[in-house]
């Protein structure tokens, strides 16, 4: 397959490929706009790139686009398909480039001409009567184009500002094989059925309010979902010499001026106003960390110092971003700060990486690293930031661990390792990450005294594991269907008695699981076993218990076990000390 570059040069890809990827659905986005323009010559288009597992491109309709346009404008698209139109690159002058799109009524374009620099030539790609302003890359036919569907229909606000004007965003996916399109169509479909949002209400995990959006409320099982999470990250930590701090979830002005928040970050941070001095609340944890080690003196022989925070943060996101879980305005972040001297950051780095490690293959994710460098908007000087960048590929080559270089998507402070873990239906989700950072304990003036007796600035790693809490709950939900292993299943038990005359005996087994720390339920309802063990399958309990008048004369219980059904009858202490092994079991790494 070959594809056509913005300096109009062709190359040979895969589709495999992520650059084949991009421009198979990059051309696949101007086909749509070409059919919209076709069907609805008043429309104004603006910007249609290719993303992962799709594409969209945005409109401006003067009518109201519904799903049932979507066939229409799919058969549009078939038929250009068919005519089999080369893409063709040109490069015209600022002067040509907005006299073109004056003519096309494109008024977009004319403010994407706008920001481009005066001298720029600029990049059209044409297919038949379609012409575009973009820097591309294409395919070089539109006869490539073989399998495609239209998703879905959205809102977007004109290059994602609230303050403009709300545009019709259609989505799409496109492959070269139908036999691809299916199988990804039946992903798309599963992931509807996984929806976290659908399960966290169906499962009573978590509630979205028009009260507070963005600020999800967790619901008593939801809740316990997240605190075995944080039980399971303090023993991990607790084990790695973390000391678990706790800082305020408002500092004042200078605070964030000092850290560089204020400048580079305060757009999304809310401010208010105290005793008549600003503050803000913290959208991250970092600056917190930063006063608590500067209230005593250190010496290098306390480094490296880990500390860890699971602290409440905000951050001031667009309502039109907000998606359940995954986009909040307030979540919980599983932080923790090294400060440590430079001969021990290779060490350091490795020590996090390990931790992700292990967390992510007990749960089963597989992932990969990326390493994103220094970004425009950054503080510090080139020393420092080429220094923290070696560090970083310095640990990574030493564990002989492959990454990617994501360039310029650094912390403004820092370079860092993002960690992309893989769902069971083999999305990726941006979670773990370390941060290697010269620049806040300069700006706070940290010190500790070395072996020399001498005052020295100590080094920093930010890092997380989960990332939010929120998120990563949601990224649960989602890869294990609401079917959460044992040990982090809210409800391990249910138990249900045949007739109320076995209630019971029923909450005798329930006293003894609860002693036994297994959660549990008694289903006290007057309805049938039958309907009981439907609503408890529909609960994704792990287990039930069928209690009746043979199992309280021999004192034992009938086991249903989730996606197997019937195992039997045991004596319950032999059915606890099951559970204790499987726990063990599934809480070791998966591959």
């Known amino acids: 397959m070959k594809v056509i570059k913005k300096d109009g040069m062709t190359k040979e890809v895969k589709f495999e490929q992520e650059e084949g990827k991009m421009a198979f659905r990059h051309t696949a986005a101007h086909v749509l706009a070409q059919a919209v323009k076709r069907l609805y010559p008043t429309t104004k288009c603006a910007i249609g790139p290719a993303i992962e597992d799709g594409f969209y491109y945005d409109f401006e309709f003067d009518f109201t686009l519904t799903t049932e346009h979507l066939k229409g404008i799919e058969e549009e698209m078939k038929k250009i398909v068919k005519e089999g139109l080369p893409l ?62 239209l998703t879905s229909i959205a809102g977007a606000y004109w290059r994602g500002d609230e303050k403009n004007k709300m545009l019709t965003r259609i989505y799409g996916t496109a492959f070269p094989k139908a036999s691809e399109l299916e199988e990804h169509l039946k992903m798309l479909e599963e992931a509807r059925q996984r929806d976290h949002r659908k399960l966290g209400k169906e499962l009573g995990l978590f509630a979205l309010m028009e009260e507070g959006l963005g600020f999800p409320f967790l619901l008593p099982k939801g809740l316990k979902l997240k605190n075995l999470l944080i039980e399971y990250w303090r023993k991990i930590h607790s084990r790695e010499g973390y000391l678990e701090i706790s800082t305020p979830v408002m500092l004042n002005r200078e605070l964030w001026e000092t850290s560089g928040h204020w400048d580079h970050y305060r757009e999304k941070m809310y401010e208010t106003v105290i005793d008549g001095m600003d503050y803000a609340i913290k959208p991250m944890n970092c600056p917190g960390g930063m006063l608590v ?40 972040q599983d932080d923790a700060h090294i400060f440590m001297t430079e001969d021990q950051i290779t060490d350091e780095i490795k020590g996090v990486v390990r931790l992700i490690d292990e967390v992510y293959r007990m749960l089963g994710f597989h992932y990969h690293v990326e390493l994103s460098t220094r970004p425009e908007n950054s503080i510090g000087s080139d020393e420092a930031w080429e220094l923290a960048t070696n560090a970083l590929i310095k640990a990574m080559d030493e564990m002989n661990l492959p990454y990617v270089v994501n360039e310029g998507d650094g912390a403004f402070y820092g370079p860092k390792l993002d960690f992309h873990l893989q769902d069971s239906l083999k999305r990726t989700w941006q979670c773990g990450t370390i941060q290697l950072d010269f620049q806040l304990p300069s700006r706070f003036h940290l010190e500790y005294i070395g072996s020399d007796g001498e005052k020295h600035q100590p080094i920093m790693l930010h890092r997380v594991v989960f990332g939010s809490i929120e998120r990563f709950l949601g990224i649960l939900i989602e890869h294990y269907a609401g079917k959460f292993p044992l040990w982090l299943s809210p409800v391990q038990v249910k138990l249900l008695p045949i007739s109320d005359r076995f209630i019971p005996y029923a909450e005798k087994i329930r006293n003894e699981l609860l002693e036994n720390e297994i959660r549990c339920e008694v289903d006290y309802r007057d309805e049938k076993l039958g309907y009981k063990i439907r609503e408890a399958q529909l609960d994704k309990v792990p287990y039930m218990m069928i209690l009746g008048q043979n199992e309280m004369d021999e004192e034992i219980v009938t086991l249903r076990k989730r996606d197997v059904g019937d195992i039997g009858s045991m004596k319950l202490s032999e059915f606890i000390a099951s559970i204790r092994r499987e726990e063990k079991e599934e809480m070791k790494p998966k591959y």
Do not use: W
């Open 88 to 149: 063709q690159h040109s490069l015209k002058s600022r002067e040509e480039a907005i006299a073109l799109m004056k003519e096309k009524n494109e008024p977009y374009k004319l403010e994407l001409i706008e920001d481009l620099p005066q001298d720029a030539e600029l990049s059209f790609f044409a297919q038949g009567e379609y012409i575009d302003l973009c820097a591309g890359p294409h395919i070089v036919n539109t006869n490539l184009v073989k399998a495609f569907k």
């Open 293 to 332: 080690y500067k209230m005593q003196p250190h010496s290098y022989r306390e480094f490296p110092i880990r500390m860890g925070e699971l602290g409440l943060v905000h951050r001031n996101e667009l309502s039109g971003t907000l998606h359940g879980l995954m986009r909040v305005r307030c979540f919980t």
